[in-house]
């Protein structure tokens, strides 16, 4: 194979095209200049008439045997996005990253898989796995080989600002790649299709469990949307608790509960017996005393022993601040809806809101949603934006819907739950 650059640049002079649909091309036929213009020129019959009369071209080469790939099931269609227009990719992946290792170096910064990004090639699913459990951390997990496709995918989602955003804390990426033993291997294991790649799920890494397929949406010119892949990912976090291991330090826990189980014993005279159910990690629970109150210390602060019975939270509303539907001044409504774990309501309130109501209302709602998780409102934070931040990281106290920070009318604001 010529030099990719050189290569490159003869095919766009011989066919007239850009230099997007030169490297697509090329890449689908491992570069070989003969068969990438036959196939162009089959594709774009017209393209003849603009490309270099003194060109002569051979008969093309047809496979009759090779089966066409069928449209990739993890593509849906959008507006400006759809399933990949036939020809695809080559009948067999190449052995290696054309693009990506090839003598191009621009070529290779915009095809290179990014170093925060761990390959099946250096490490096993297994240690990583086990780093982000002990963050606390989801992983999310690439299949690829060396096609077009999936060097498309490196660029426009691995390699984008919006994924690295993501890596500060938040998850473990990691690549498999079925060219490598390991990589057939993790790719059998979790039931991939190796003909219609790449695709991309979540993995919960105590379990190693796939918890959430995640759909890669792209253009015919293989060029993916980079933005509903991070969407969906901080979807996914702000709804679900961070992973953990509930069986984790089972001494600890044995520990704990034993030195609650003295502390009520060894509590003062006329201490009030009344334990709190606390729930621990959605998984057990555990009795935990209150605190210990002399008869004279509950005198002096006007408190009863009812005083500690847990009640539920008041109900919040935000009935003041309502503007209805057939408003007709767009100024004085403030449209959002709000991503719950359950329910997505949209909310018109006035812009004079404060933030800290919205804050209570949305913590209440929750708190309904899943009683049986929730014993009181929980702490949330609200993000909002691409890619997404906490928008409710600083004092919110003072803050109204029209000054606040970040988030505009008829914005999409993600709400989670605080560890």
């Known amino acids: 194979m010529n030099d990719g650059e050189d290569v490159i640049s003869n095919f766009m002079a011989i066919t007239g095209s850009t230099e997007d649909d030169a490297v697509m091309y090329l890449s689908m036929h491992d570069f070989d200049l003969q068969q990438a213009v036959v196939q162009y020129q089959l594709d774009h019959p017209s393209a003849g008439d603009s490309a270099p009369s003194h060109q002569e071209m051979p008969s093309p080469i047809v496979d ?10 993890m593509s849906y269609q959008m507006e400006g996005f759809g399933s990949p227009a036939e020809p695809q990719r080559p009948p067999t992946p190449p052995e290696g990253r054309i693009l990506a290792s090839g003598s191009n170096e621009n070529l290779q ?8 990004v761990v390959g099946s090639d250096s490490a096993s699913l297994a240690v990583e796995c086990t780093k982000a459990a002990d963050r606390s951390c989801w992983v999310v997990v690439a299949v690829v080989d060396n096609s077009f496709p999936c060097e ?12 690295r955003s993501l890596t500060s804390g938040s998850i473990f990426c990691y690549e498999v790649n079925v060219t490598h033993s390991r990589g057939m291997t993790i790719a059998e294991r979790y039931g991939v299709d190796v003909s219609h790649l ?6 919960d890494p105590v379990t190693k469990f796939k918890v959430e397929e995640l759909m890669l949406v792209s253009t015919e010119a293989w060029r993916f949307d980079s933005a509903l892949v991070v969407d969906a990912i901080m979807l996914f976090i702000t709804s679900h608790d961070p992973p953990h291991d509930p069986f984790a330090n089972p001494t600890a826990s044995s520990e704990g509960r034993e030195g ?12 009030v017996d009344n334990p709190l159910v606390v729930d621990v990690d959605s998984e057990e629970e555990e009795v935990m005393s209150p605190p210990t109150v002399t008869p004279s210390a509950r005198a002096q602060s006007g408190l009863t022993e009812d005083s500690f019975a847990v009640v539920a939270p008041s109900p919040v509303t935000l009935d003041e601040y309502l503007v209805d539907d057939d408003a007709t001044d767009a100024s004085a409504v403030f449209k959002l809806r709000c991503r719950l774990p359950h329910s997505s309501p949209t909310l018109q309130l006035r812009p004079d809101t404060p933030v800290t109501k919205l804050i209570d209302y949305l913590a209440y709602l929750l708190y309904t949603e899943d009683r049986e998780k929730y014993t009181v409102q929980p702490q949330i934070s609200i993000f909002s934006g691409f890619p997404p931040r906490n928008v409710t990281s600083n004092d919110m106290e003072g803050v109204s819907l029209r000054t606040w920070s970040g988030v505009r009318s008829g914005d999409v604001v993600m709400v989670r739950v605080n560890a």
């Open 260 to 271: 609650s189980a003295t502390g009520r014993a060894g509590g003062h005279e006329g201490a």
């Open 109 to 116: 910064r915009l095809f290179a898989r990014p170093a925060y």
């Open 198 to 203: 790449p695709c991309m799920f979540i993995v």
């Open 64 to 73: 009759s045997g090779s089966p066409a790939s069928p449209h990739p099931p």
């Open 152 to 163: 498309c995918f490196t660029r426009d989602v691995w390699a984008s600002d919006a994924m």
